[in-house]
């Protein structure tokens, strides 16, 4: 069984702090997305990272794939309360394209 | 381009009942999936498909079932309704390594 774990599952920060997100399995993985997804809508992707050891960069948004190719973090300077949402990383197995996602962590942007 | 659409939105079900929710792509995409995704957490696999004729399960298909006649349509069928099932769906289709997802059905089993 192939498991992705996201911590923390919540977290409320003050505006301007930084904040890093994680996402770990004992499985390797093709490839990892990062989503956003928003109440009452389905999750928006934000990146794709393929190669172990890659590192993306989206405006304040920083996303790694561990070497191993079966972790990654997403790390956000400066937080602004436009970033509150629910953030999904996903999984993409070698297998058939079988994607799974991880159990998503809460973030709260106070002004 | 619709994209990735669902019906319906909403529905309420009867525990017991049977009900199919429709999931429809005019992106061609080969590669296609439904989740669940209950209050506050993270989606859960039910079945994809990589073509038409092919379906397998992921994470959580028990009390589901899948068919793929068409490239376009990937309809999911709940027989004999439980309150576990109560839960957002979401049908997505994948190009590449980017998940289109649709708007969504709101579930409830009573």
């Known amino acids: 069984t192939q498991l992705l774990e996201q911590s923390p599952q919540f977290l409320s920060i003050q505006e301007g702090e930084n904040l890093t997100v994680y996402c770990n399995s004992s499985s390797v993985f093709s490839s990892l997305q990062w989503y956003r997804q928003e109440p009452g809508e389905g999750p928006v992707l934000l990146v794709t990272?393929?190669?172990?050891?890659e590192v993306k960069k989206l405006k304040r948004l920083t996303f790694q794939f561990g070497d191993a190719r079966k972790d990654s973090s997403l790390h956000i300077t400066a937080a602004q309360p436009g970033d509150t949402g629910l953030y999904l990383c996903?999984?993409?197995?070698?297998?058939?394209?079988?994607?799974?996602f991880g159990s998503g962590t809460r973030l709260s942007i106070r002004p | 381009n619709a994209g990735v659409t669902q019906t319906p939105k909403f529905h309420i079900l009867k525990i017991g009942q049977s009900m199919t929710l429709q999931c429809t792509q005019d992106m061609n995409h080969n590669y296609m999936y439904w989740y669940r995704q209950d209050p506050g957490m993270g989606l859960k696999l039910i079945y994809y498909s990589v073509g038409a004729g092919i379906t397998d399960k992921g994470e959580v298909p028990n009390g589901y079932n899948v068919s793929r006649s068409t490239t376009e349509d990937f309809p999911l069928r709940l027989e004999l309704a439980a309150p576990s099932q109560t839960s957002v769906y979401f049908c997505a289709s994948l190009t590449g390594s980017e998940q289109f997802f649709g708007p969504g059905t709101r579930l409830t089993v009573l």
């Open positions: 990272v393929v190669t172990g050891g």
């Open positions: 996903a999984g993409e197995t070698s297998s058939a394209s079988k994607i799974i």
